[in-house]
């Protein structure tokens, strides 16, 4: 049986059982090179899931909102479990409102691997042993994984996910084909000017569309500090500065419970490589605190607890 | 280097000479703010670079205040509270150790000097450490040069 096949028994499963009242999978989007969420409500619904290399959204970005009319099935692929995880430490959903159907795929298309393609004559987009397959009226071509494959899918090992209620996909654990941070020893070669310089350049072309929040599972407050009236902290306007004040407000709000999905970064219109401070985060945290978001329910929040023997400006 | 770049470097480097450095403090009502107070009342001597905020507790101090007076042009920022241990109010400094840490580390991360920001303990019988902290920040700050902004053009 295929994933897509054991994903739609399961869905219907839940469903029918009355356990969950919708299931957040994804759907055939408009076009073969997209697909997208859908919210699947009842037991013949359930065929309309898809599973292949173009299922890239992080679905997870929908549960604070969807639990609250009833408990919900959702697909998540091993970064995206570590999202719910720390949605569930944050209390912003409950661990018994969700079914996790977590999802280990060999990867994620990433859509720079298509430009060569006439896009509206691509016919499927399928996982192949060694890569991804794409269809077109001349036939298949394999793009191999290197290239097919999103950053974060290259340096995916697959590690088992703390919570998981129904398993999909090969759990093995696998060799990252990338190192996860090598384009941040790339960045840290350079000195703080060029740095300041770097980021001039990146927040420059950010237009404020707040996509990368909107995509975010980290970024789930009612009211996002730019949108606030009362107190301005962050100008709407979008020069440079004002963008890296909110880029950076951003990253500190989601420090310790960004989990590097690159959502962010492929929602971004304009290109900016958003992830880098992700994953400089994650390492910072890693490195100070000692832990890493979304691997263990019995973590508490980065800033949401102490300790007294943490690292000081000034040991005695 | 033409001529006029190296006239215009010069006048730079005149001008950086007489260059002072702008700063702020953030600093905890019951133990920095009063420290600042004794090394005021001892009549110790300390660079004039700083303008205080006096804040509650370091556990107020918000990183977007800091981020907002770099993005405003000030060359240096200091956040000084209680010992760890000591806080007014039990375990604000704690909280803001946390968070400070790692946000010094990213803002070294983003292209800001680490010599532009300072993050330490005073407590309210420490007038002459609050000297040394104000004076060592100054320097570290003038050494590094004016501040050009969050991001360079």
Same mark, same amino acid.
Request: with cysteine.
């Given at each position: 049986?295929?994933?897509?096949?054991?994903?739609?028994?399961?869905?219907?499963?839940?469903?029918?059982?009355?356990?969950?009242?919708?299931?957040?999978?994804?759907?055939? #989007?408009?076009?073969? !090179?997209?697909?997208?969420?859908?919210?699947?409500?009842?037991?013949?619904?359930?065929?309309?899931?898809?599973?292949?290399?173009?299922?890239?959204?992080?679905?997870?970005?929908?549960?604070?909102?969807?639990?609250?009319?009833?408990?919900? =099935?959702?697909?998540?692929?091993?970064?995206?479990?570590?999202? !719910?995880?720390?949605?569930?430490?944050?209390?912003?959903?409950?661990?018994?409102?969700?079914? %996790?159907?977590?999802?280990?795929?060999?990867? !994620?298309?990433?859509?720079?691997?298509? =430009?060569?393609?006439?896009?509206?004559? %691509?016919?499927?987009?399928?996982?192949?042993?060694?890569?991804?397959?794409?269809?077109?009226?001349?036939?298949?071509?394999?793009?191999?994984?290197?290239?097919?494959?999103?950053?974060?899918?290259?340096?995916?090992?697959?590690?088992?996910?703390?919570?998981?209620?129904?398993?999909?996909?090969?759990?093995?654990?696998?060799?990252?084909?990338?190192?996860?941070?090598?384009?941040?020893?790339?960045?840290?070669?350079?000195?703080?000017?060029?740095?300041?310089?770097?980021? =001039?350049?990146?927040?420059?072309?950010? !237009?404020?569309?707040?996509?990368?929040?909107?995509?975010?599972? #980290?970024?789930?407050?009612?009211?996002?500090?730019?949108?606030?009236?009362?107190?301005?902290?962050?100008?709407?306007?979008? +020069?440079?500065?004002?963008?890296?004040?909110?880029?950076?407000?951003?990253?500190?709000?989601?420090?310790?419970?960004?989990?590097?999905?690159?959502?962010?970064?492929?929602?971004?219109?304009? +290109?900016?490589?958003?992830?880098?401070? +992700?994953?400089?985060?994650?390492?910072? %945290?890693?490195?100070?605190?000692?832990?890493?978001?979304?691997?263990?329910?019995?973590?508490?929040?980065?800033? +949401?607890?102490?300790?007294?023997?943490?690292?000081?400006?000034?040991?005695? | 280097?033409?001529?006029?770049?190296?006239?215009?470097?010069?006048?730079?480097?005149?001008? @950086?000479?007489?260059?002072?450095?702008?700063?702020?403090?953030?600093?905890?009502?019951?133990?920095?703010?009063?420290?600042?107070?004794?090394?005021?009342?001892?009549? $110790?001597?300390?660079?004039?670079?700083?303008?205080?905020?006096?804040?509650?507790?370091?556990?107020?101090? @918000?990183?977007?205040?800091?981020?907002?007076?770099?993005?405003?042009?000030?060359?240096?920022?200091?956040?000084?509270?209680?010992?760890?241990?000591?806080?007014?109010?039990?375990?604000?400094?704690?909280?803001?150790?946390?968070?400070?840490?790692?946000?010094?580390?990213?803002?070294?991360?983003?292209?800001?000097?680490?010599?532009?920001?300072?993050?330490?303990?005073?407590?309210?019988?420490?007038?002459?450490?609050?000297?040394?902290?104000?004076?060592? $920040?100054?320097?570290?700050?003038?050494?590094?040069?004016?501040?050009?902004?969050?991001?360079?053009?």
């Amino acid at each position: 049986m295929s994933m897509e096949q054991e994903l739609r028994e399961k869905a219907k499963e839940l469903l029918s059982s009355g356990k969950v009242k919708v299931v957040i999978g994804y759907g055939e #989007g408009s076009i073969p !090179i997209k697909s997208t969420p859908i919210f699947v409500k009842t037991p013949e619904q359930a065929d309309c899931l898809v599973l292949n290399p173009t299922c890239t959204n992080n679905l997870t970005v929908y549960l604070p909102q969807a639990v609250k009319s009833g408990p919900v =099935a959702v697909v998540a692929k091993p970064c995206e479990v570590k999202n !719910i995880v720390e949605l569930v430490k944050e209390n912003q959903i409950k661990r018994e409102d969700v079914t %996790v159907i977590a999802v280990s795929t060999p990867g !994620i298309l990433n859509d720079a691997a298509l =430009a060569e393609f006439d896009l509206l004559d %691509v016919k499927k987009i399928s996982w192949k042993a060694d890569g991804v397959a794409v269809t077109t009226s001349q036939g298949d071509t394999v793009i191999p994984r290197d290239a097919a494959f999103q950053k974060k899918c290259l340096s995916c090992t697959a590690a088992q996910p703390a919570i998981a209620d129904i398993k999909i996909g090969d759990w093995a654990e696998r060799a990252p084909l990338q190192d996860k941070f090598a384009d941040v020893e790339e960045y840290e070669k350079l000195s703080a000017e060029e740095k300041r310089a770097f980021w =001039a350049g990146q927040f420059s072309k950010c !237009i404020r569309c707040y996509a990368c929040r909107q995509a975010c599972p #980290g970024c789930y407050c009612n009211e996002c500090f730019v949108d606030k009236n009362g107190q301005i902290w962050a100008s709407k306007d979008t +020069g440079a500065e004002s963008n890296w004040f909110f880029h950076m407000t951003r990253m500190m709000h989601t420090a310790g419970r960004c989990t590097g999905c690159g959502e962010c970064e492929r929602a971004c219109p304009m +290109g900016i490589p958003l992830s880098l401070m +992700g994953k400089k985060m994650s390492l910072l %945290v890693k490195e100070l605190f000692g832990t890493q978001p979304g691997e263990s329910m019995e973590d508490a929040p980065v800033f +949401g607890c102490y300790q007294t023997n943490d690292p000081d400006p000034c040991p005695e | 280097m033409t001529e006029q770049e190296e006239r215009t470097e010069q006048v730079e480097t005149k001008e @950086n000479a007489g260059w002072e450095p702008k700063l702020i403090g953030f600093l905890c009502n019951w133990c920095s703010y009063a420290g600042a107070d004794l090394a005021g009342s001892s009549r $110790l001597k300390y660079p004039p670079n700083m303008r205080v905020v006096r804040v509650p507790c370091s556990g107020r101090v @918000n990183p977007q205040f800091v981020m907002k007076a770099f993005e405003r042009g000030f060359d240096g920022v200091l956040v000084a509270g209680c010992h760890p241990g000591d806080c007014h109010y039990s375990k604000g400094n704690y909280y803001t150790r946390r968070r400070l840490m790692l946000f010094k580390e990213f803002l070294e991360f983003m292209g800001i000097e680490p010599e532009r920001f300072k993050f330490d303990w005073v407590s309210a019988a420490e007038g002459q450490k609050f000297a040394e902290v104000v004076g060592e $920040l100054t320097e570290s700050v003038k050494r590094a040069g004016p501040f050009e902004g969050v991001c360079k053009r």
